[in-house]
């Protein structure tokens, strides 16, 4: 059964500092690994998806990686906003079924 | 704008009575899913769907039930049969499983309270 975690739970990090968040996931044959933000009372909006062929994708100050072999993927946030403060989640993609992990709260301190 | 659209953004009800929440898409995705998201928990999916006319049971089916007639809509009815119904629900959709490149898109989600 896949496990995917997302650790640490919430992350607080003043304006202006790069950072990374972590998604690790147990089963290694995923095909698909998204990223996504969702605001307070919000869906979630799309941020990155990265195929299983691929190592990395990148959209303005964001890039996220993905290393199957670990079991891990980063998403790595440069020069980070206030605006950039919201619960980040992973999604991996199985061929039985989308597995979420429980998110990160960050919070970017002016 | 292709899109999910989730209606209505909140909704009351009380307890013992049925209420179907509406899932519309225009993206021409053939698959679509329901999750229910409780505070500090993660997302759990209710059912979901691949193609017209079928639908599979998720991880929290009971006290639930959709129906899938068009391509594009996918409306869930949280039934009285359902313990614990207040929660905020969304709705989702890709091109079917095992596509790779096949992001998935979600709705706004609707707030279900319950009382």
């Known amino acids: 059964k896949q496990e995917v975690t997302q650790i640490p739970a919430a992350l607080s990090v003043p304006e202006g500092e790069n950072l990374v968040l972590n998604c690790s996931f147990t089963?290694?044959?995923?095909?698909?690994l998204q990223w996504f933000r969702q605001d307070p009372g919000k869906g979630l909006t799309s941020l990155l998806l990265i195929q299983s062929s691929q190592r990395e994708q990148t959209s303005g100050r964001l890039n996220a990686s993905l290393d199957k072999s670990s079991g891990r993927s980063t998403l790595y946030i440069a020069a980070s906003q206030p605006g950039d403060s919201a619960t980040y989640l992973c999604v991996a993609f199985g061929n039985e079924k989308l597995t979420f992990g429980t998110g990160t709260r960050l919070t970017i301190i002016p | 704008d292709g899109g999910i659209t989730q209606s209505p953004k909140y909704l009351f009800r009380k307890e013992g009575q049925n209420v179907t929440l509406s899932c519309e898409q225009n993206?021409?995705?053939?698959?679509m899913y329901w999750y229910r998201q409780d505070p500090g928990q993660g997302l759990r999916l209710i059912y979901y769907s691949q193609i017209v006319n079928d639908f599979q049971k998720g991880d929290i089916a009971e006290g639930y039930s959709v129906s899938r007639e068009k391509k594009e809509s996918f409306p869930l009815t949280v039934t009285s049969a359902q313990k614990n119904p207040t929660a905020f629900y969304l709705c989702a959709s890709s091109t079917p499983r095992g596509q790779v490149n096949s992001p998935l898109h979600f709705g706004n989600g609707t707030r279900l309270t319950v009382t």
């Open positions: 993206l021409n995705h053939d698959a």
């Open positions: 089963d290694s044959a995923i095909y698909n």
